[in-house]
């Protein structure tokens, strides 16, 4: 089984979180793919104090497809500088990892 990753970016708005989540999931790059609430995001940007509201998504994913995850992010975000961090599942449901694992088989039909 390949290594599962969990991918973590912010999308401005919903349309664009759904936008991202729709074109992963369906190049089976992610397995699946959680658009959460919005939240309120407190960073500092060329030099300045930047409040932003967000729509956070949580990516499964596996590590032989990041590059192609990283690209397709960057392709459809509108952020000059996105944030896309990748954390390696550890651990989990062994039947969960493996259906992530199904699901992002490039190969399949």
């Given at each position: ?6 991918v ?19 190049r089976?790059?992610?397995a ?67 259906w ?5 088989l490039?190969?399949?039909?």
């Amino acid at each position: 089984m390949d290594n599962a990753l969990l991918v973590i970016t912010n999308a401005p708005d919903r349309a664009v979180a759904l936008k991202i989540a729709h074109e992963l999931v369906e190049r089976r790059l992610a397995a699946c793919v959680n658009m959460l609430g919005d939240c309120d995001s407190v960073y500092r940007w060329q030099g300045r104090l930047e409040t932003a509201r967000e729509v956070p998504l949580l990516i499964k994913t596996r590590e032989a497809v990041y590059v192609d995850v990283e690209a397709a992010i960057r392709k459809l975000h509108p952020y000059e500088l996105p944030e896309i961090i990748a954390v390696r599942i550890e651990r989990g449901l062994p039947e969960y990892l493996q259906w992530v694992t199904a699901q992002t088989l490039t190969d399949i039909s």
